[in-house]
Structure formats: structure tokens, C-alpha cells
Nanobody, 124 residues
Framework: QVTLVESGGGLVQAGGSLRLSCAISGRTDYVAAMAWFRQSAGKEREFVSGISYNGGYTDVAESVKGRFFVSRDNAKNEAYLEMDILKPEDTAVYYC?????????????????WGQGTQVTVSS
């Protein structure tokens, strides 16, 4: 079994930055590609960004392009989401997710393992 645990969420003013972390434990070989999703109140969960197993390929949603950056450190079994120039509309619960294939997908149905989520609130 593999477990994902997010951390780093919190309250920040618009224009500020946060760095989310996702710690991977247990059977770390069960996940390769990692991704971040988010869900705002009353909305569907949406893809934010993803990264391949070796970190050589990344994907990012248009709504956060140029502001959010995904990375990972396989030696530490961690993935990260650096969020800059935050806006109130970025307020959401952020989830990390993983699956066994090498490359990320924008579809949440493709992911087999999910963290519990971390709240990010951006005040105006």
C-alpha cells in the first residue's frame, strides 16, 4: 500500500506564495507520475499540474500557467507545488495523486492513489 500526505497549505494574501509538499510512503513503487488537483467549494475537482516519474515532463493547467510550478525529489519520495502570485480564485483544497504510469494525465480517473488534501485560502 502507498500513502500520500500533503502539507504546506494555509492562509495567504493575494499576490503571495505557498509551497505544497506531498510525501510518498509505503510501497513507493506503486506510483510513478504525480499530479496536483484542486477542488473549490461547489465545483468539480480539477487538474492543476502533473510531473513524470523522472521529472523531465510537466503539464500545467492554463489557469495557473506561469504562476504554479511542479517538481519532485525521488530520493526524498516527495513532490511539490510552488504557487506564486496567488489569487482568491486559487482558494481550494489541493490534493496530490499518483499512478503507476510514467507520465501524468489530466484525468482524475487515471489516478489510483490520493492524499487527504490540504486547504489553501487566498484572501483579497
Amino acid at each position: 500500500q502507498v500513502t500520500l500526505v500533503e502539507s504546506g497549505g494555509g492562509l495567504v494574501q493575494a499576490g503571495g506564495s505557498l509551497r505544497l509538499s506531498c510525501a510518498i510512503s509505503g510501497r513507493t513503487d506503486y506510483v510513478a507520475a504525480m499530479a496536483w488537483f484542486r477542488q473549490s467549494a461547489g465545483k468539480e475537482r480539477e487538474f492543476v499540474s502533473g510531473i513524470s516519474y523522472n521529472g523531465g515532463y510537466t503539464d500545467v493547467a492554463e489557469s495557473v500557467k506561469g504562476r504554479f510550478f511542479v517538481s519532485r525529489d525521488n530520493a526524498k519520495n516527495e513532490a511539490y507545488l510552488e504557487m506564486d502570485i496567488l489569487k482568491p480564485e486559487d482558494t481550494a483544497v489541493y490534493y496530490c495523486a499518483g499512478h503507476a504510469r510514467d507520465y501524468p494525465s489530466q484525468s482524475e480517473e487515471d489516478y489510483t492513489t490520493w492524499g487527504q488534501g490540504t486547504q489553501v485560502t487566498v484572501s483579497s
